[in-house]
């Protein structure tokens, strides 16, 4: 292993922090990967969930030959795991690798980040202020039993993806009207139907918007619910269907990962089929009211009146944006239509219009080159889920490659920086 003390910081211990950790301690950097909770946080909260991609596409070459080095038995490549099983068999042994001994912080949040001695106005790189370059980050850490603290670091990687901030219900992405009085009555992340939550839905009536895999998900998981004698009443507000289909989840033809083909089929089916099930297909949420126990919400449908649903819980699958707040004080340019890093998402959008078909595809998502991954602010990157912002079509896969472009810009700015300088 090289020698470089350089202090790279990594917001997140999720699959994409984790991996970039490892290759940037084996470049020979100090890494410290602070992280909000524990490592694989965002995994923890759908652990029952198989994965649609298999194992070998959700842990990175480096990371498996790492770890088969070091005596750690792996599961097949093709293997299709949970994600709480990706965890264990993969990414907490990753984590406890002699080369991240100590380096990761749990429980301890990264509130802000800044960059030492220079606020948001000054130093303003397309005015030729330089004055950012290799200026170190400042940090504040927010851990869960200590006091906040500042740490500092010569390279910042947010790797902190979406999952912790979910999206509004109201008309146009806003919160709808009550919606911020609605804390425990709503559920903005996949809950385990027939395991942990199954006590909160099994028998209730349930008001579901979305329209995602999620939502795909948590229908087949009502199906299992009502086959097992405990069927909920799902009132499920949902997006028109692509204008090709009548189906509201997109199937792909011939697609080539088995698990998300079987989910959006079955999905459709019970669509089309659930008694349980009432579709506001095209309806939006204006308004909740709590009543005592339960929630009244009122849904205005794209043609017609508006109705008014009672249901003791409101489940959000609605999507997550990234937590722009964090980098507030950086040079940071987001994307007005996904929030993601502006160089990667216009080259996303760009790669979109070329090839419609495949921008449905997460599987057909390519990398867009390193220089893409640069921000205004130097040393600093976003990758992993919340490289792509609000475009749900990130996949590990892409994150892996991230990293090594990012490894080698990072290495190609250290080189120039080393360089005489002509004349
Ligand atoms: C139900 C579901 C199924 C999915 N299935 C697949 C699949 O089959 N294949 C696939 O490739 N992708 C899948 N995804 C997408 C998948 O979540 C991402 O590819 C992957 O988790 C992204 O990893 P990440 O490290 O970028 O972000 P995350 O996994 O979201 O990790 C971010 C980490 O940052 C931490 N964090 C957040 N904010 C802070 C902060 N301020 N300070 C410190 N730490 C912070 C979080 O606690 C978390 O541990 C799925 C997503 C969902 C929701």
Request: with cysteine; aromatic share 6%.
């Amino acid at each position: 292993m090289s020698v470089n003390r350089r202090r790279v910081a990594i917001v997140g211990a999720g699959p994409i922090g984790m991996e970039a950790a490892l290759a940037a301690a084996q470049r020979g950097y100090a890494v410290s990967v602070y992280e909000a909770g524990s490592v694989g946080e965002h995994w923890r909260r759908f652990s029952w969930v198989r994965l649609f991609t298999p194992f070998h596409l959700n842990a990175s070459e480096r990371g498996r030959t790492t770890l088969r080095r070091s005596g750690v038995a792996l599961p097949p490549d093709a293997a299709i795991l949970t994600a709480g099983e990706t965890l264990r068999q993969y990414l907490e042994p990753l984590a406890n690798l002699p080369e991240l001994s100590g380096c990761v912080h749990e429980r301890c949040r990264v509130g802000a980040i800044g960059r030492e001695g220079i606020i948001k106005p000054q130093a303003i790189a397309a005015t030729g202020d330089a004055a950012r370059v290799g200026r170190p980050f400042v940090l504040r850490l927010e851990p869960e039993t200590e006091p906040p603290r500042f740490a500092s670091a010569d390279i910042v990687i947010d790797a902190s993806g979406t999952y912790a901030t979910p999206c509004a219900t109201g008309a146009g992405g806003l919160p709808a009207i009550g919606e911020e009085h609605l804390a425990t009555r709503i559920e903005r992340h996949l809950p385990d139907l027939l395991g942990s939550a199954r006590s909160r839905y099994a028998g209730q009536r349930i008001l579901l918007i979305g329209g995602g895999h999620s939502a795909a998900t948590a229908l087949v998981a009502f199906e299992e619910l009502a086959a097992q004698g405990e069927p909920a009443a799902v009132s499920w507000v949902h997006p028109v269907p692509r204008a090709t289909s009548a189906d509201p989840f997109a199937t792909i033809e011939g697609d080539t990962l088995p698990e998300r083909h079987a989910l959006t089929t079955r999905a459709n089916r019970v669509a089309r089929e659930a008694a349980w099930l009432t579709r506001y297909p095209g309806a939006t949420v204006t308004r909740y009211e709590s009543r005592g126990g339960s929630v009244r919400a009122t849904v205005e449908r794209p043609v017609g009146e508006a109705v008014a649903l009672e249901a003791s819980r409101v489940l959000a699958l609605v999507g997550y944006r990234p937590d722009t707040v964090l980098t507030r004080e950086l040079h940071v340019h987001h994307c007005y239509a996904t929030e993601g890093p502006m160089g990667l998402a216009s080259a996303v959008l760009a790669a979109a219009s070329a090839s419609p078909d495949a921008a449905g595809d997460c599987l057909k998502q390519t990398t867009h080159g390193a220089e893409t991954l640069r921000t205004p602010e130097p040393g600093f990157f976003i990758l992993g889920a919340k490289s792509y912002g609000r475009n749900p079509q990130f996949l590990m896969t892409l994150g892996h490659r991230q990293i090594d472009d990012v490894m080698s810009l990072v290495e190609a700015d250290e080189a120039a920086a080393r360089a005489p300088t002509a004349g």
